[in-house]
């Protein structure tokens, strides 16, 4: 491995988080396709369904890539029956020389069979550059393939006092605009949203992302054993447009059959999670939702909630905006401890950002900043 070689990667794998928000569940990746010293192509997967990263690079090349190298920041598809025509027999009949490949795809339809068939054609494959900021960069696509679960984001915001709410736990506006900006940019690009009870019953959320864009905000999601959603929330109100699905114990459904029928004639969707210790089993939660095929689940919880992921080591991901007004009353709600080292941090008119990664999590490969945390810094840097 050459120092160039990882200067390549590290392009490409900047070019992959362009598609952050529109590939899931697809992973994002990203090509670099260079001959003589220079690039002379370049792609990234865009949007689930179309182009893969080495066909697009390919496909932008401004003279022809025989002999050259292409930088793959994973290991390139080899299997057929999906959206797009797999990537292995595009590389070899385009007639580059190398792959460099930055780390191998878990789906077990792929797995080392890509690089297999590379070498097979007679293509160079280097070993494997930038691995784990690679998967890193990839980390929610690997805890839906190996962990059989979405890549679980904690975020919530703090003031300068470490309170999150109002005395008695009323809402309170803590951050300023351009945190809310990002916040809405970080809920559009995820496909689910999660709260407790408790935040449903004391703010009473629409859990939508207000973005000029697209949104992946498909699935709204509550905690409540006991079924007390009022169905006169702003989530029920909109549940037959955008989705609520609502966990709740068999005990709440049974106890009270006309509660249940009333929240699903509004539309949502009545889900009897396994429980432990007399709550609702998270472990049990994040398992049906990676069922559900959700890649990046973001949970806004209140302390309770907020607890009960971080002793159970269920975060991969915190995002905390400190602000820097102050509660001045110690009966407020506190801000959970966070024990996660911090990886990143940004400035945000006055408020700040602070992405802390769990070195404990499964799918924890390197200290490097997310896509998202990269894409809100850059879109900073851009306004």
Known sequence: MSGS?????????????????????????GCIVVKDGRIIGRGYHRAFGQAHAEPAALAACDTSPRGATAYVTMEPCCHAGKKTPPCVPALA????????????????????????QLRQAGVEVGDFVL??????????????????????????????????????????????????RIVHQLRARCEAILVGIGTVLNDDPSLTARTRGPSRSRLRIVIDRNLATPPASRLLATARDVPVLIYCSQR?????????????????ELAIADEASGHLD???????????????????????????????GLADRLWVFGSTMR????????????EYPRTASLELDGDALWEHLNPQSAVYFAPEPSADFVLARSERQGA
């Open 5 to 29: 070689d990882q200067t390549w990667m590290r392009w490409a794998l900047e070019l992959a988080m362009r598609g952050r928000g529109a590939v899931e569940p697809n992973p994002m990746v």
């Open 93 to 116: 009949s385009a007639q580059v020389a190398r792959v460099v490949v930055g780390c191998a795809d878990p789906n077990p339809q792929v797995a080392g069979q890509g690089i297999a």
């Open 131 to 180: 691995q784990a900021p690679c998967r890193q960069l990839n980390a929610a696509y690997f805890a839906r393939m190996e962990q059989g679960r979405p890549y679980v984001t904690l975020k919530w915001a703090q003031t300068a006092d470490g309170r999150i709410a109002a005395a008695g736990g009323g809402r309170l506006q803590i951050t300023q605009p351009a945190s809310q």
């Open 252 to 268: 709440a459904v049974a106890d009270n059959p006309a509660g249940a029928a009333a929240l699903r004639d509004l539309g949502a």
């Open 282 to 312: 998270l472990r049990w939660i994040l398992a049906d939702l990676g069922r559900r095929d959700v890649t990046h689940l973001l949970v806004e919880p209140g302390p309770s909630l907020a607890g009960a992921f971080l002793q159970r």
């Open 327 to 338: 509660v001045g009353d110690p009966s407020a709600p506190g801000a959970p401890a966070v």
